[in-house]
């Protein structure tokens, strides 16, 4: 694993591609890119067949320069370092820093990409990358870049840490959906290596942190509360939302399995908790609400109970599991 400095001085570790992966994502870029080069040439040659020579060959190179040149620039600058090969194969470009590529990094990367691969084969990166301790190519270097892995096995990830007990379910109407996967790349490695920083450079660290994540979700930060006990009670809350989605769909599937289950009716009459006269599958709101608790009385689908058996939770007891939202500790 590589050592990364930050622009905060502080060490995060990555994991940088070696060439046999990097390798097989070029390749498989090539050939994408290759294939989509040849078609848009055989549709020029037909529509410039009425031509001269030379405007045929300006309409080649012009074809040539932005397909296999601008055309890796353009796709690196809008996903962020992810190709279509570099997807495949769980590998990404990032920043020195472990952050999000721009536009001039793709662009040197690019550029010195036609000499290093296209004009000699690629043989002038694989010597590059051989020689480099993390496996850069020459337009990595320049470009002040790394090619990191993604996919890692589950069991040599470092798991977060909990956040404290009493801000547990505080961000419950925090909207996340804003956040970006980089940004939770950056707070994950942040909260799994901030035993091992320098305490007041992992300080600063969380609180540039927590200054993003505020400004992506739009609410402030609960007064009080150390920015690192603030990142990690939102990487809970997001992490029981994805908890709560998996076994909801879980839940929702067997009951339609089962004939129904709270506000579902796959009969097609009026579902208990449902809306009536709906055919086929109706969700009440109620179950979506539960959210893998057995039901909660639905608030807009009925005044009946959600759940077949009546095992559901009584809205009254949900809400006040969810509606939590003070972020003081308790006395």
Known sequence: MSQVVTGDAVVLGLR?????????????????????????????AVATAALDEAAVMAVQAASFVLVLIGGPIAVETLTHGRSLGK????????????GPIRFRHALVRGLLGMVEILISFGVIACIASLVSA???????????TLVVRERVPAGRTDAVPPPPPWLVGRFAQLDLSAVPDSLWLGIRQYLTRMRQLDPEAGRVLAERLADELVARTGAPAPPGVPAAAF????????????????????GVGAGVAAGGFGG????GGAGRGGVSGVPGVRVGAGAVAGAGLGGVAGAAGSAGSAGGSGAGVPEAEGASRGAATGFAPPA
């Open 16 to 44: 940088p591609a070696r060439l046999p992966s990097r390798a097989l994502a070029l390749l498989v870029d090539l050939v994408v890119v290759w294939t989509v080069y040849l078609l848009i040439s055989i549709g020029l």
């Open 87 to 98: 997807l495949a194969c769980g590998l990404r470009v990032v920043r020195d820093d472990g």
């Open 134 to 144: 993390r496996g850069r190519r020459i337009g990595d270097v320049f470009a002040g």
């Open 231 to 250: 990142l990690a009670g939102v990487v809970h809350e997001r992490q029981m939302r994805d908890a709560r989605r998996v076994t909801a769909a879980g």
């Open 264 to 267: 579902v009716d796959a009969a």
